[in-house]
């Protein structure tokens, strides 16, 4: 069986993949908080007929060798962390991230979830919760009946509550960073969950220590670009037809090797 037939099969696999994350990226487009994905790929092992280096002679040595590639595989799936456009929403729960830093979210479990999207709501009993109401982290309450609610680039939330004139501070917002941001694990819901890949989780007050300051009434959006994936989505959609054109030239080869007579 001539090797080009899976040397090229293993091609369009490879592009395949490219596609499936091209896709995802676009289908998210105008999610908040998205972070868009690249697909990375190597080539796989290699036949070696003859060594680069091997002597010819008593004197000289083969510059060049010998050797024929299996084809190529994807080898990640990295997460892109550059910021998303922000856009105006006047709601004043929604609350945009202006550098680095995550959102903690506490998920069902108890475990500890990271986001970028900061679309919040106010549940029943007043806490600060995502839009399948996850609460942030550490919780935040909003008293009943507090009126002209402000998130200061700090974290710092105050509000006037029933019965009094003036703004009073009724709870903080913190961020977490990660040494490795794009080691997170993604799990759906805007979410992302700690890995050993992402090293630990460091929490700290807006603004400090390396970590974006907040802005109200903004979301941060998605930082696809949609013309950079449909230019992939080409890309990709090429090079998967020019791998079938290979299996077609070996399998055409192989067909006249099946047709000689003597």
Same mark, same amino acid.
């Given at each position: 069986?001539?090797?080009?037939?899976?040397?090229?099969?293993?091609?369009?696999?490879?592009?395949?993949?490219?596609?499936?994350?091209?896709?995802?990226?676009?289908?998210?487009?105008?999610?908040? /908080?998205? *972070?868009?994905?690249?697909?990375?790929?190597?080539?796989?092992?290699?036949?070696?007929? +003859?060594?680069? $280096?091997?002597?010819?002679?008593?004197?000289? +040595?083969?510059?060049?060798?010998?050797?024929?590639?299996?084809? %190529?595989?994807?080898?990640?799936?990295? *997460?892109?962390?550059?910021?998303?456009?922000?856009?105006?929403?006047?709601?004043?729960?929604?609350?945009?991230?202006? $550098?680095?830093?995550?959102f903690q979210i506490q998920l069902p479990d108890g475990t500890t979830a990271y986001t970028r999207?900061?679309?919040?709501?106010?549940?029943?009993?007043?806490?600060?919760?995502?839009?399948?109401?996850?609460?942030?982290?550490?919780?935040?309450?909003?008293?009943?009946?507090?009126?002209?609610?402000?998130?200061?680039?700090?974290?710092?939330?105050?509000?006037?509550?029933?019965? +009094?004139?003036?703004?009073?501070?009724? /709870?903080?917002?913190?961020? %977490?960073?990660?040494?490795?941001?794009? $080691?997170?694990? %993604?799990?759906?819901?805007?979410?992302?969950?700690?890995?050993?890949?992402? /090293?630990?989780?460091?929490?700290?007050?807006?603004? +400090?220590?390396?970590?974006?300051?907040?802005?109200? /009434?903004?979301?941060?959006?998605?930082?696809?670009?949609?013309?950079?994936?449909?230019?992939?989505?080409?890309?990709?959609?090429?090079?998967?037809?020019?791998?079938?054109? %290979?299996?077609?030239a070996s399998d055409e080869m192989l067909q006249t090797a099946n047709n000689l007579r003597r």
């Amino acid at each position: 069986m001539m090797r080009s037939l899976w040397t090229a099969a293993s091609g369009m696999a490879a592009q395949q993949q490219n596609i499936n994350v091209v896709a995802n990226n676009l289908a998210n487009s105008n999610t908040n /908080g998205f *972070k868009k994905s690249r697909a990375d790929f190597q080539d796989l092992m290699y036949q070696t007929i +003859q060594n680069p $280096g091997s002597p010819s002679t008593n004197t000289s +040595q083969i510059p060049v060798g010998i050797q024929f590639g299996m084809g %190529a595989k994807l080898a990640a799936v990295a *997460k892109i962390f550059t910021p998303g456009d922000i856009n105006q929403t006047g709601n004043q729960l929604d609350v945009a991230i202006e $550098g680095d830093g995550f959102f903690q979210i506490q998920l069902p479990d108890g475990t500890t979830a990271y986001t970028r999207a900061g679309s919040f709501k106010m549940d029943s009993n007043g806490r600060v919760v995502t839009s399948d109401g996850y609460p942030l982290i550490p919780e935040v309450v909003i008293p009943s009946g507090s009126t002209k609610i402000t998130i200061g680039t700090d974290g710092t939330i105050s509000a006037v509550q029933a019965g +009094q004139n003036t703004a009073g501070t009724i /709870g903080n917002i913190q961020l %977490a960073s990660f040494p490795n941001p794009p $080691g997170l694990s %993604a799990m759906g819901r805007n979410m992302m969950l700690q890995t050993d890949a992402s /090293g630990n989780a460091t929490t700290g007050t807006p603004t +400090q220590n390396g970590l974006g300051s907040l802005a109200q /009434g903004y979301l941060e959006m998605s930082n696809v670009n949609i013309v950079e994936e449909m230019v992939q989505m080409i890309v990709g959609q090429r090079a998967y037809e020019t791998n079938s054109k %290979a299996i077609q030239a070996s399998d055409e080869m192989l067909q006249t090797a099946n047709n000689l007579r003597r």
